[in-house]
């Protein structure tokens, strides 16, 4: 099966701007989620699709969202970019219903300036 | 809040040694914990998946024990190899909190020299 694919993989935005990330999930698995990482705080939950329905929800502001689409296909995206907002962003995907093992894309590298 | 730690320094072992790498966690009982490697560039990638009624998992040259006593969790990697260099992440199921997913570690970076 072809692994979690993620566009563009990197991107370069001012403050102020907006961004789309999109990602492909493996075939067959239905939940979608995204994760932030930075040296900083490393890792973080931002939130999770499964059909169509947002389900879980990481603590992030609203300025943050992201929906998904009948085939599973998701996107994220960033308003009004700030400086903290470069980071790796991840995207993960899983069945969503046996276990929680995430499958990970390469990650979209977004630095804002 | 739940809080997850990982050895902050980097772990430089010689080839052939066995690398043991920890991840303590507080106010928290999870149901699972999971260990991923992350390469530098890279997303990380699914190891192991440890529940919380077992005391120990292994895979290959990879063992994972959970003690929800302690609330820690040992990795380790026998036999290692340069190939084994790179970042390990344990994560935590957020589900019970407002984490979300998963709750994951700062992680720590491994080298193993030849």
């Known amino acids: 099966k072809a692994g979690v694919t993620q566009t563009p993989r990197y991107l370069i935005k001012t403050r102020g701007q907006q961004v789309t990330l999109s990602c492909s999930p493996i075939?067959?698995?239905?939940?979608v989620s995204w994760y932030q990482q930075t040296p900083g705080q490393g890792l973080q939950f931002l939130f999770e699709y499964f059909s169509e329905t947002q389900r879980n929800k990481g603590n992030f502001p609203g300025r943050f969202s992201g929906r998904q689409f009948s085939n599973s296909r998701s996107e994220m995206n960033v308003s009004t970019l700030e400086l903290g907002d470069s980071a790796l962003y991840l995207c993960a995907s899983s069945d969503g219903l046996s276990s929680d093992t995430q499958y990970f894309g390469p990650g979209t590298r977004l630095t804002v300036l | 809040s739940q809080k997850i730690e990982q050895n902050s320094e980097a772990l430089n072992i010689q080839e052939g040694k066995t690398a043991t790498l920890t991840c303590n966690y507080t106010?928290?009982?999870?149901?699972?914990l999971q260990w991923y490697r992350q390469d530098p560039g890279r997303g990380p990638v699914f190891l192991l998946l440890?529940?919380?009624?077992?005391k120990e998992k292994r895979k290959e040259r990879l063992k994972v024990t959970f003690d929800t006593t302690l609330k820690q969790s040992l990795f380790h990697i026998t036999a290692s190899q340069p190939a084994d260099s790179a970042t390990y992440l344990c994560?935590?199921?957020?589900?019970?909190?407002?984490?979300?997913?998963?709750?994951f570690g700062q992680g720590t970076e491994l080298s193993v020299k030849p």
């Open positions: 440890i529940r919380e009624n077992e």
């Open positions: 075939s067959g698995h239905r939940s």
């Open positions: 106010n928290y009982s999870p149901a699972y």
């Open positions: 994560a935590l199921d957020g589900y019970h909190n407002q984490g979300g997913k998963l709750i």
